[in-house]
């Protein structure tokens, strides 16, 4: 393993008053690429759960991303900034397609430091295990908008797979990967993620 404690951050916001923020399904589509547009070369993604009201993305900065020029909070404030023109630009959007206007997602995003492999692996199932939580599907691989598939397939235009492989203890043996993935996360570990 190669874990890197200053480096990976658990990302996530909702929709403002907990409204919808995707109401279709092109609308998960186009927030990932504007994402992933917005944000390569700064970090990679490592896993990511788009919900109606919410998101959650895991990150890796590293040292040799494009934006850091070993300066890490540049680098971050960089990111911080990238990040919010993908949620200002992605509300425009949403307001125009649904004829609405004002803030769509909360204030501020939130981002956590994962300091230990061990909270990052949590982190990591704990974004996969959402739909399932929040009872929109009652299989992990029935929700589309997540990166569990991804990591099943063994494919993925969003994710850095392999680097999400070196970093964490995620196998890449695609049964054990299932298995691990329908394992309970407690309560409190889970509010220690947020």
Known sequence: M????NCLYHVYNRGNNRQKIFFEEKNYIFFLNKLK???????????????PNHFHILIYISEGSDGLKNLPNQNQQTLV?????????????????????????QQKTKSKQLITESSA??????????????????KLENWPYSSFNDFLSN???ICNLARAKELLDISDNPEQ??????????QGTINDLS
């Open 177 to 186: 990967f299932f298995k691990d993935s329908y394992e309970v996360i407690d």
């Open 155 to 157: 494919k993925s235009s």
């Open 37 to 51: 547009n917005n944000i390569d070369g700064l970090c990679d993604i490592l896993a990511y759960c788009l919900m």
């Open 121 to 138: 692996t949590t982190c990591f199932h704990y974004i996969h295990q959402n739909p399932l939580r929040s009872n929109l599907v009652k």
């Open 81 to 105: 900034r990238k990040i919010g023109t993908v949620l200002s630009s992605y509300s425009q959007a949403i307001n125009k397609q649904e004829g609405k206007s004002g803030s769509l997602f």
């Open 2 to 5: 190669n874990f890197s404690a």
